[in-house]
């Protein structure tokens, strides 16, 4: 189940901040790191500070979007302050992010979301989460150094993974209850984008109204069937339009 949680660091600058995040996944039992344009690795101080995490490291991937590797997660957790303009679904205690975050892996991969050392993550790669958390600190001065971030956030997933052992059924989802991927929700809000255009309902960029709906279903976070259903109820609801304003709204989408 460990396997399952992804560790995803956003164009870390100090690549011995690489090197101590991997160390504080090692001592938690967590293996599956990934940077994401990370300014400089590999690279010696990532290694010697990994201090005996090596095999984290050379097992690490390297890409150059942060939506490369979320596809195939169910559930995306970005570590920043609550943003009251992203009103995602926000976990303000830790321990209540591991639990959820421990149920999820049992199913498939999940991931947890650090950015840069100085401006986290932006609203455009918070939008690509399902969930935010917070680590709760002195008010006065609650800056925590990048692996510092990860190794209590690794700390509680766990702390949650021991209190609930991987054999207990009683915290696996239901196959009925499954959660959908990060792709599938794309899918899902691109199809939902169309349609509204395509009615009419969106007459002009709506940016907030697309976010509202994201931030919408985020909460009530529905299964897979349940997205399906979703997305079959769009479907009918196209072919109820008008072909021709169809075709124009395609010949639009091509001409852009």
């Given amino acids: 189940m460990l396997s399952n949680i992804r560790i995803v660091l956003v164009q870390t600058f100090h690549p011995g901040n690489i090197g101590q995040a991997a160390r504080a996944m090692k001592t938690m039992g967590l293996s599956d790191l990934v940077l994401v344009r990370p300014r400089c690795y590999p690279d010696p101080d990532a290694s010697r500070l990994a201090a005996g995490a ?98 209590v956030l690794a700390y509680e997933v766990h702390r949650a993974w021991r209190r609930h052992p991987a054999g207990d059924y009683r915290y696996q989802l239901p196959p009925q209850a499954a959660l959908p991927t990060r792709e599938q929700v794309g899918h899902f809000q691109a199809h939902l984008s169309r349609v509204m255009t395509t009615s009419g309902f969106l007459t002009q960029p709506h940016a907030n109204t697309e976010q509202q709906l994201q931030a919408l279903f985020a909460r009530a976070q529905p299964s897979r069937r349940e997205l399906s259903l ?15 304003l169809l075709s124009d709204k395609a010949s639009s989408r091509n001409r852009d």
């Fill in 230 to 244: 979703l997305r079959g109820l769009l479907s009918a609801l196209e072919q109820h339009l008008p072909a021709d």
């Fill in 54 to 151: 090596e095999d984290v490291l050379d097992g690490a991937r390297v890409v150059d979007e942060l939506s490369e590797t979320l596809g195939d997660c169910v559930q995306v957790v970005g570590a920043s302050a609550r943003l009251r303009s992203l009103p995602l679904p926000h976990y303000d205690e830790p321990d209540a992010m591991a639990g959820a975050v421990v149920e999820h892996a049992r199913q498939a991969p999940v991931a947890l979301v650090f950015g840069r050392e100085r401006s986290g993550l932006t609203n455009g790669e918070i939008r690509l989460c399902s969930h935010q958390v917070s680590i709760p600190a002195n008010p006065d001065y609650g800056i925590l150094n990048l692996s510092q971030a990860v190794q």
